[in-house]
């Protein structure tokens, strides 16, 4: 079975800066996939970034990236210029290949965001 | 357009009650998944439903969990004989069906219940 581990319960940034949130993982697939949610106060779980286990490239979206080391199984997650809408929980997750599959998350790093 | 929505919002009901939550999947989406968030935790995977084919139910923590999928649509998990362990967030999320291998989930709000 795979397991997600966040080490980081929670993690506070101000704003503009940067910020790294770690995840590890654990899995004897090849091929899977990985992603980051972000869940507001309203509870919606937002997908926030993905990455395909078969891609080296490290995926971005805007001011979101990841650091993808298949090798170490770690996923962490970049935030640059930090914003206070960007205060949540964080959520690591992973998913197997397959067209419909159950997602496995890590216990969530909660970011606050100072002035 | 309408995403995943979830009903009640809010539910408090005394231990050894049972209690229906339920999940409107976006329309056409043939793949529905219930997840339960307990304080402090991540989400844990409960059962998922895909198309016509036999629900996954590995992750139904007692056999007081159930859920049910009318139409391929609406989907109701109903918890019997609640117990203050199960006082969590309830996730709903749906997902399409595609010959891709991705198909992202979009989850509902969630149904917070709490047991007395």
């Known amino acids: 079975a795979q397991t997600v581990t966040q080490s980081q319960p929670e993690m506070s940034v101000q704003e503009a800066e940067t910020v790294t949130l770690s995840c590890t993982y654990d899995?004897?697939?090849?091929?899977?996939?990985l992603f980051w949610y972000k869940q507001p106060p309203s509870r919606q779980m937002i997908l926030v970034i993905r990455?395909?286990?078969?891609?080296?490239q490290n995926a971005t979206e805007n001011r979101f990236s990841v650091n993808f080391q298949k090798a170490a199984k770690s996923f962490s997650l970049k935030i640059s210029d930090s914003q206070l809408g960007d205060a949540a929980m964080y959520f690591c997750a992973y998913r197997s290949t397959g067209t419909a599959s159950k997602l496995t998350f890590g216990t969530g790093t909660r970011l606050q965001v100072t002035l | 357009g309408a995403g995943v929505s979830q009903s009640p919002s809010n539910k408090v009901t005394e231990k050894g009650k049972d209690v229906e939550l339920r999940c409107d999947p976006i329309?056409?989406?043939?793949?529905l998944y219930w997840y339960r968030q307990s304080l402090g935790q991540g989400l844990e995977f409960l059962i998922y439903?895909?198309?016509?084919?036999?629900?996954?139910k590995s992750g139904l923590p007692s056999d007081r969990f159930s859920a049910e999928r009318t139409g391929g649509s609406v989907s109701t998990l109903t918890i019997q004989r609640t117990q203050q362990e199960d006082s969590a967030v309830y996730l709903c999320?749906?997902?399409?069906?595609?010959?891709?291998?991705?198909?992202?989930?979009?989850f509902g709000p969630g149904t917070r219940l709490t047991v007395l």
């Open positions: 329309s056409g989406h043939t793949a």
């Open positions: 999320a749906s997902s399409l069906l595609l010959g891709l291998s991705y198909n992202e989930q979009f």
């Open positions: 990455q395909e286990a078969y891609k080296q």
């Open positions: 899995t004897s697939e090849s091929d899977y996939y």
């Open positions: 439903f895909q198309g016509n084919s036999a629900p996954d």
